[in-house]
C-alpha cells in the first residue's frame, strides 16, 4: 500500500521537475514548502530589501531605490556596477517574478487533477521559507563583467531543506544569477491564488555550464527593432541561462546605429529618422545586458553587406545596388566596401576611433563578419576590376588586419564569419574566433586548423529558415521555377531539430575544447517586433538547454525529446508569464498527459 502511494506520487512529481535547462545534477523530495513575501534574503549576510507587492514600483524605481541609475553606472570598484548592485536587481526581480508571475500548473497535469498535485491551503501549519541565504564565494572584478568565453566561473548550488532553509552559493555573481532563475522554476502558484510552493523539498542541484559562449544572433538591420525589444530578448535569454547576445547590427539593407563622428551614416542609412540606436541605447542595452549576466557584442559586417554605407559615402561601396543582383550579392541591395581604396581606410579608422571606445567597457568581443563576400562584385570596384581570388584576397585579408588592430588596441577579440578562413584562406590572429554557420564539417575544419570556433549550423539553428521566400515572383517562368516558393533553408527547424543539434558534432575530441559554444540565429528579412518572440521562443530554448547542458546527458545518451517536451513546456508557460509570447510547445491534451501519451 504504502509503496503504490508513493509510486502514484512519483507518477505526479514526475512531470513537474521542470527544470530548463536541465542541471548537472539534482535530487529532489516530495515534501511542502511554502514561500511568502516576508521571506528574508541574504548576500554575503547582509540583508537585501524588497517591498513586496507594490505593483506600482517601476523598473526606475527599483534603481533608485537599489541606489543604482543605469544612465550614470560606471563599472569598477565604487561603480554601480557592481556584484552588489547586480545582485541585489537580480534578487529583486527574482521575487518579482515569484509573486507577480508564477505558475498555476493546469496545463502540466492530468485533466481535473490539480488538486491532488496541489497541496492543501494551510498556510498557518505550514512550513515556509523564511529566509534563502546567498553566498558568493569569489570576488568579482572587471573582468568578470565581461568576461572572454570559459574566463568566469558560472557555477552554482542550490539547496532547499525540508525545514525551510534555502541556499545559494556561487562564485560569481553571474552564477547566483543561474541560481535565482533555478529557484524560481521550483516554485507554483496555488490555484487558490492563495500561496506560493514547491512539491520538491528537499532540493539539491549542483550546476555548471557545458559550454562557455551560448549566444543568440540578432539581426536588427533588415527589420527594425526598438530598444525595448531587444531588452525583452535579453529577459529570456538570461532565463534560459543564455550569456552572450550577438547583434548584428549593419547590414546592405540599413544602418540603425549612430556614430557622432559620422552623423550621415544613420541620418541616411536608417529606415527612417529616429529609427537609428543613440550612443546611450547602446550603452543601455549593454548595461541591461551585464545585469542579467548576458554579454552583448555588436557585428558590423564587411566588406559585403555593407550597401548601406553608401546612402552616405557613395564613395566607399563598390557595385552599389548593382544589377542583376543575384550576380553581384547573395541578397539586394548588392554593394561592399571597396577593397583598395585609401578613404575607405580613413572612413574605418574614423569609425572605430568612434565607436570602440565606447563599447569596450562593456564587451570583450567584436564582430567584422565576413559572410558572403562576392567575387563579381569587385569586377565593378574601379580599385580592384578582377573577380580573382588572388587578387582580392590579399585585400581582404589587408582590410581585416586593420580592423583586427583596430579591436585590440581597444581591448576587443575579433568575431569572423568562416568564410574569411575556409573560402579566404586568411592569416587571423590566434585570439579570433571563428563563427560556422555552413555544416558540421565546417566546425571541424576550422578546429583542425587550431582556431576557436562557435557552432551554430543553419541546418538546425537558423530561426528564420522554413517561413518560404520573401521575394515575389512574376506569373511567368520564374513562378513556375519557384513554386512552392520554399526558402534555401527549409523546412521550419522545429524545437527537436534544433534539440537534436550536437554543437560538437563531427569534431575529434582532441579538438572539441576549441568549440567553445554557439549561436542561434534571428535573422530579420521577415521577422520583426511583432513576430519576434515566437519565431524564437520556445525554439532558442531549446538550443539553450544543448549549450547550457550538452545534447548528452551524465550517462552519455543523447537528451531526450521525450523527457524534454513536459519540462519545455513548463518553462514556456513561465516565459508567457513573464512576457515573452513563446508559442506553445504542444496541445494541452499532451501537457495534461504523460509524455508517453503523445509520442510515437
Ligand atoms: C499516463 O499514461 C498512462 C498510459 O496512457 C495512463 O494510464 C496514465 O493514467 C497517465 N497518467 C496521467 C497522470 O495522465
Ligand atoms: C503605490 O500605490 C499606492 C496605492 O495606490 C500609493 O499609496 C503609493 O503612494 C504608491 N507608491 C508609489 C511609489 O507610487
Ligand atoms: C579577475 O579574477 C579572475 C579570477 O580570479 C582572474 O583570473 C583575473 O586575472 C582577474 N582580472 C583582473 C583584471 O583582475
Ligand atoms: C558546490 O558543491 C560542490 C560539491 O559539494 C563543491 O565541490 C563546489 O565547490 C560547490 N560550488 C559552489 C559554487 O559552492
Ligand atoms: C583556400 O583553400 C582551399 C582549400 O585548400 C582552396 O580550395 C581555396 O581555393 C583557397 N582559396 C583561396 C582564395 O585561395
Ligand atoms: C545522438 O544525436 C546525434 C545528433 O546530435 C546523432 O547524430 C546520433 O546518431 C545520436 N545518437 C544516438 C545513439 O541516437
Redesign the pocket.
Known sequence: MMLFLLCTLL??FS?ALAIWPAPVSMSTGNSVLWITSDVKVTYNGRSVWWIPFSDNFSNSQTEQFLGVQSSSIGYGSGGALSSQSIVQQAITRTLDTLFKSSLIPWKL??RH?LAKFEPAVNSNSGVSIKVITIIQTGKDNSTSYKPLDGELDESYNLTISTNGDARITAVSAVGILHALETFTQLFYLHSSGNGLYTNMAPVAISDAPKFAHRGMNLDVARNWYPVQDIKRTIDALAMNKFNRMHIHITDSQSWPIEIPALPELAAKGAYQTGLSYSPKDIQDIQIYGILRGIEIFLEFDMPGHTTAISLAYPNLIAAANAHPWDTYCAEPPCGSLKLNEPAVDQFLDTLWNDLLPRISPYSSYFHTGGDEVNTNTYLLDPTVKSSDKAVIGPLIQKLVDRNHAALRKNGLTPIVWEEMLLVWNLTLGSDVIVQAWQSDENVALITGQGHKVLAGNYNSWYLDCGKGQWLDFDNGASFKQFYPFNDYCSPFKNWRLVYAYDPLAGVPAAEQHLVLGGEVHMWSEQTDPVNLDGAVWPRASAAGEVLWSGRQDASGQNRSQITASPRLAEMRERMVLRGIQAGPVQMVFCT???A??CSL
Open positions: 507518477a505526479f512531470q497535469v492530468a487533477e495534461q498527459n504523460n508517453t501519451e
